[in-house]
């Protein structure tokens, strides 16, 4: 089994910043893409970035510039270092990631309990 288990969320006003971190236990063979997602109340979740076992990057347009995502192989785990927040920002917070288990031939998607951001204004 493999679990995700996210921290770093919280209340902050807005122009601040918050770290989440997002750690991947378990029996664990490899791991390819992770990721960061947001879902805002009666919206959809959403990509808000996501790294490659190699080090690539891809952001939402909304958070370009502000949101750096990156990642420790050694450890199973990846990071957001969310800047100038906003508002809009608002949402519970899913990390996911693309595991490979001992014995299996692809990867499978897990994601994180999710953790809550809120930005005040």
């Known amino acids: 089994q493999v679990q995700l288990v996210e921290s770093g969320g919280g209340l902050v006003p807005a122009g601040g910043s918050l770290r989440l971190s997002c750690a991947a236990s378990?029996?664990?063979?490899?791991?390819?893409?992770m990721g960061w997602y947001h879902q805002a109340p009666g919206k959809q979740r959403e990509l808000v970035a996501a790294?490659?076992?190699?080090?690539?990057?891809n952001y939402a347009d909304s958070v370009k510039g502000r949101f750096t995502i990156s990642r420790d192989n050694a450890k199973n785990t990846v990071y957001l270092q969310m800047n100038s927040l906003k508002p809009e920002d608002t949402a519970v917070y899913y990390c996911?990631?693309?595991?490979?288990?001992?014995?299996?031939?692809?990867?499978?998607?897990?994601w994180g309990q999710g953790t809550q951001v809120t930005v005040s204004s």
């Open positions: 996911n990631a693309e595991v490979q288990e001992p014995g299996g031939t692809w990867f499978n998607d897990y």
């Open positions: 378990g029996t664990i063979l490899s791991i390819n893409a």
């Open positions: 790294i490659t076992s190699g080090g690539s990057t």
